[in-house]
């Protein structure tokens, strides 16, 4: 004990150090003081420090827990924030955006409306102008048809005037060639008659008289007698073929025309057919620079038709001459294929033997011309070639109801779409003015309408053409036959189902 005193000192007792800590007491003028060892304060005291700097350590680390966590927090309070601002930013632009869709949806029902009504109104006018179109179109259908309705009657109108006038004609030149025709035909027997009992008269004088006087010798070695009197027949007897020939001629002109044969009749197609190569004769035959057409005829079962005999004769003829047209331009070609052959042969030829030839120019002394060399190198072309038109004309009757003519050439033929056009009325592969297009169809129809029969085309091209003809042979029944027939179910040759003539085939291989 001490006297009143208080604080801590540190004194040294001995050899160790000692901490003294001073307490006064109230009630004594003493303190109270309490002595520790240092070691033992400073072992204690660093037991301090050292929980104290570990809890300054762990609250260091929770200070920066702590601040992390807080800034962490502020952070996510800041996001918050954001997203608090955002998701208003959202709710406001979602509801814009609903009011704007509403107003779209509002719009777009009011334009869908008027845009329905538009329609249904732009459908009501459409279907206006299809109504008017479609009206337009018929008419203008109606207005095409009846225009070629007219052209087709006018053209039939003038070729039927045509043929009545060149009927009229024929019958007038006919009959004003009849006449003195007749009478130099029927005066020929006559003339023959005097002639040879002049002739008789004459025998008879020379014998009674065999040695004349001189100026009657004179006269007859200066007109040749014997010689007169053996060619004077001669004369009278081909004045009488030329005056049968120009009767007959005259007759198949007349039978042709068939002017006073305008009522339905029973003829002979054979006759209308010869009648029809009568006429057609100057196109048959050979010409310098053409072979001609051989016609070969295969009639079987001839057989009396019931028909319009003059109209018949003109589908003959128009079938005829399309025919010879066509065997015409095919020789044409095969001329010219047959030219440039012979002269490319020609040429190699020359290129062959272009020594001799030099040899013997230079042996004429080189006196040739340009042109006369030229003639000698190329030669003139013959006048026959392989090609031989030819016309096969082929009737036969099936059965007791019809009668066919078939009538085929070997030209170049035809293609598959000029084919199936070939009765259309003014459809022609002809130059323009040679062909008018109405020949066949005319035809077509004086076969089908006027007999009630069939015209059928069979052709391709480079082999040739083939048009059957199918009639009833009596009319009276023409109906019946038809129906019975079926107009096209018809007994057709393979080979004409293939587009070949089989009769021009069979002709092709015998030749």
């Not at 005193?5 to 050899?15: C, P």
């Not at 030219?339 to 040429?347: H, M, P, Q, V, Y």
């Not at 072309?381 to 016309?391: G, Q, Y």
Request: aromatic letters at 6%; proline letters at 5%.
């Amino acid at each position: 004990m001490t006297r009143q005193g208080k604080g801590v000192q540190r004194v040294q007792l001995g050899d160790e150090w000692m901490y003294v800590a001073y307490v006064p007491l109230r009630q004594a003028n003493w303190s109270l003081a309490l002595v520790v060892p240092k070691n033992q304060l400073e072992t204690q005291l660093d037991a301090l420090n050292a929980l104290a700097s570990v809890v300054a350590g762990v609250l260091a680390i929770a200070s920066l827990i702590g601040c992390q966590q807080i800034r962490l927090l502020e952070q996510a309070e800041d996001r918050s924030a954001e997203l608090v601002d955002t998701n208003v930013k959202l709710q406001q632009e979602v509801q814009e955006r609903q009011r704007v869709e509403a107003e779209l949806l509002h719009a777009q029902a009011k334009l869908e409306g008027r845009v329905a009504a538009r329609t249904a109104e732009l459908e009501t006018a459409n279907h206006i102008l299809q109504d008017s179109e479609t009206q337009l179109k018929h008419q203008a259908n109606q207005l095409a048809q009846t225009l070629q309705e007219l052209q087709h009657t006018q053209s039939q109108l003038v070729q039927t005037e045509k043929m009545s006038s060149l009927g009229q004609l024929i019958a007038g030149v006919a009959h004003e060639i009849n006449n003195p025709v007749n009478f130099i035909h029927a005066n020929l027997p006559y003339a023959d008659q005097y002639l040879q009992d002049l002739i008789q008269l004459l025998k008879i004088y020379q014998a009674h008289y065999p040695n004349p006087a001189p100026e009657v010798q004179a006269k007859t070695d200066e007109i040749e007698l014997d010689f007169l009197i053996e060619d004077l027949s001669k004369i009278l007897k081909s004045m009488h073929l030329g005056t049968e020939r120009i009767r007959q001629l005259v007759l198949s002109l007349r039978n042709f025309s068939r002017l006073d044969e305008a009522a339905m009749k029973e003829v002979d197609i054979h006759e209308g057919l010869e009648n029809t190569l009568l006429i057609l004769q100057t196109r048959l035959k050979p010409k310098p620079d053409y072979p001609g057409i051989q016609v070969i005829r295969d009639y079987t079962n001839p057989a009396l038709v019931e028909c319009y005999p003059g109209q018949l004769n003109q589908v003959f003829m128009n079938i005829l001459v399309n025919a010879i047209d066509a065997l015409e331009e095919a020789n044409k070609s095969s001329a010219s294929r047959f030219a440039i052959d012979t002269l490319e042969s020609s040429g190699q030829q020359q290129a062959a033997s272009g020594t001799e030839l030099g040899a013997v120019e230079q042996s004429a002394g080189s006196n040739l011309t340009h042109q006369e060399s030229t003639m000698w190198q190329y030669p003139p072309l013959p006048l026959t070639f392989s090609f031989s038109p030819t016309i096969w004309i082929h009737t036969v009757t099936q059965g007791k109801d019809w009668v066919e003519i078939r009538i085929s050439n070997n030209g170049p033929g035809m293609a598959e779409d000029v084919r199936c056009k070939v009765f259309d009325p003014f459809f022609t592969t002809k130059p323009v003015g040679k062909g008018t297009g109405i020949g066949l169809s005319i035809s077509y129809q004086i076969v089908v309408e006027k007999h009630g029969g069939q015209l059928q085309c069979y052709s391709t091209p480079d082999n040739g053409a083939e048009f059957v003809i199918r009639i009833p042979i009596h009319q009276s029944n023409c109906k019946e036959l038809m129906s019975d027939a079926d107009r096209s179910q018809v007994n057709v040759d393979p080979a004409m189902a293939e587009g070949r003539s089989p009769l021009w085939c069979d002709q092709a291989k015998s030749l």
